[in-house]
């Protein structure tokens, strides 16, 4: 069992930049994968990244790349995601997502997590 709690988010001008933290409770938090989506109002869930276990895999959603970075820390169950060069669009609220990771899987869509955050909410003005 995995408990997740974000924080991070608040409002913020275009330009600006953000880092959300997802924390983890278990003592297993290290074998885990973990991903970050995101959603606006009237709209699916978006895959936003994701990271696996050894820390070094990482994969990123189109709206994501070249803005946003992924990293973990293992010795303090947490998740972290830095967005930079934020834009209105990227208004929704945040998730972040676990999944134990024992191989091949698809980072990228949400039904392949198994818990969830409450989620914390990132407003972009312009």
Sequence with gaps: QVHLVESGGGLVQAGASLRLSCAA????FSSYGLGWFRQAPGKEREFVA????????????????????????????????????????????YYCAAVEDIGFNNWRSHYVYDYWGQGTQVTVSS
């Design 25 to 28: 409770s278990g003592r297993t």
């Design 50 to 93: 994701a990271i696996r276990r050894n820390e070094v895999d990482t994969y990123y959603g189109d709206s994501a790349k070249g803005r946003f970075t992924i990293s973990r820390d293992n010795a303090v169950n947490t998740v972290y995601l830095q967005m930079n060069s934020l834009e209105p669009e990227d208004t929704a609220v």
